[in-house]
């Protein structure tokens, strides 16, 4: 069965602790892992796409890696602005197009 | 640099009454997709289109229909409204390497 599941649900950070959230998947078919930060009542706000094992990318305070089976969302120094909904996501060919499967998301707070 | 649109940010709606939610990408993207977005569930995927008047089910179609007449135009189209289709509604477009999401509609089904 197609699967994105990410954990822990929900993180409690204090400011400048560096953390990791972890995607993993059963997804086959991978076109790309790609992962969001959403604010409550908000559309998510893309952050990265990731295509192969050991691609990595960064922005700012965050980081995302991806090995054959998940991703992990590293971030590094967290200031309370951090603090939303991170989203992952797989994109898989099915058929003549292309479909997502969402994780639950992380939910991050960052304590000043 | 708004990239895409949502026709309503809230919208309150009576059991029975037909609900039409549009959306608008100015990226010239192929791929849109219609989600709703309920606690615990996560996002769930209605309908997705990947051309123009062309357009594919997702995990959750009941009770929903959707047009695309046009590239940039994809309406999502509530048949008979009930309160179980209460939830937030989530547009996005998808390019070659990128998926941008509209802000969303919040919908109550009273």
């Known amino acids: 069965e197609d699967q994105v599941t990410q954990s822990p649900e929900a993180l409690r950070l204090q400011e400048g602790e560096s953390s990791s959230l972890n995607c993993s998947y059963t997804?086959?078919?991978?076109?790309?892992l790609f992962w969001y930060r959403q604010d409550p009542g908000k559309g998510p706000e893309f952050l990265f796409t990731l295509y192969s094992a050991g691609e990595e990318k960064e922005k700012e305070r965050l980081k995302a890696t991806l090995t054959k089976k998940e991703s992990f969302l590293h971030i590094t120094a967290p200031k309370p602005e951090d603090s939303a909904t991170y989203l992952c996501a797989v994109q898989a060919s099915r058929g003549t197009g292309n479909q997502f499967y969402f994780g639950t998301g992380t939910s991050l707070t960052v304590i000043p | 640099d708004v990239k895409v649109t949502q026709s309503s940010r809230y919208l309150v709606k009576r059991t029975g009454e037909k609900v039409f939610l549009e959306c608008v990408q100015d990226?010239?993207?192929?791929?849109m997709f219609w989600y709703r977005q309920d606690p615990g569930l996560g996002l769930r995927l209605i309908y997705f289109s990947y051309d123009v008047k062309m357009k594919e089910k997702g995990d959750i179609p009941e009770g929903y229909s959707v047009s695309r007449e046009k590239k940039e135009r994809f309406s999502l189209i509530l048949e008979s409204a009930s309160t179980n289709q209460t939830s937030m509604y989530l547009c996005a477009s998808t390019g070659r390497y990128e998926q941008y999401f509209g802000p969303g509609t919040r919908l109550t089904v009273t």
């Open positions: 997804v086959s078919g991978l076109r790309g």
């Open positions: 990226m010239d993207h192929e791929n």
